[in-house]
């Protein structure tokens, strides 16, 4: 299993330019989790997915869509990207059940000038 | 405003001696309690689970939890250069929310 996989490692955009940050698991879990972390700080949740076509917000939505077409991808979009949104972006799964842990991809480094 | 706190440290702790890692949760209804170690410019990945009151170990890990004070710990024992990393304690606010809120870490130098 590859666990999970983010794409791509490194981005620099320019403010105003758009994208998507990729996140794919192979492991067949209902949960998966965008989450951003700045500099010295804690990770804060963006949106989230319990199962294909359900999504909802987490703490920090606003500069963000997603969706889930699948149980194995979760895309998140940045549509006009601002220099607040310079972040670490980590993708997460899980599977069902309070106690099962969350498997962190190896995150996207983000940088808008 | 479900709040996790942590004391962000630097924590410095001499090789082979305890180094001790806190965490406060304000939402008194939370159930689970997840410590996630991550090193530098890697994702966080899971030490130890805890959901009941009282400790829980796990080699050199030990997790403590008191729901009364609203408190949860890790103990990490006869410390290695290897444990120096940040730790990241998480909070499930109930057993059907599958959300966590994490704490803004606290980094921890093991000094050899």
């Known amino acids: 299993n590859a666990g999970v996989t983010q794409t791509p490692k490194f981005r620099i955009l320019k403010i105003g330019q758009s994208m998507t940050l990729q996140c794919t698991q192979d492991?067949?879990?209902?949960?998966m989790y965008w989450y951003r972390q700045d500099p010295g700080m804690g990770l804060k949740l963006i949106y989230y997915?319990?199962?294909?076509?359900?999504?909802d917000k987490g703490e920090v939505p606003n500069g963000y869509n997603v969706s889930r077409s699948t149980t194995e991808d979760f895309p998140l979009r940045l549509e006009l990207a601002a220099p607040s949104q310079t972040s670490v972006y980590f993708c997460a799964s899980k599977g069902r059940g309070g106690f099962y842990e969350q498997y962190f991809g190896p995150g996207t480094r983000l940088t808008v000038t | 405003q479900k709040e996790v706190e942590q004391n962000s440290g630097p924590l410095s702790v001499p090789e082979g001696a305890i180094a001790s890692l806190n965490c406060t949760y304000s939402d008194r209804g939370s159930q689970s309690f997840f410590w996630y170690r991550q090193y530098s410019g890697k994702s966080p990945e899971l030490i130890m689970f805890i959901y009941s009151n009282g400790d829980k170990e796990d080699g050199r890990f030990t997790a403590q939890l008191n729901k009364a004070s609203q408190y949860v710990s890790l103990l990490i024992r006869d410390s290695q250069p290897s444990d120096s990393a940040t730790y990241l304690c998480?909070?499930?606010?109930?057993?059907?929310?599958?959300?966590?809120?994490f704490g803004t870490g606290t980094r921890l130098t093991i000094i050899p």
């Open positions: 998480a909070v499930q606010s109930n057993f059907g929310n599958e959300k966590l809120t």
């Open positions: 492991m067949n879990h209902n949960y």
């Open positions: 997915s319990v199962g294909a076509g359900i999504t």
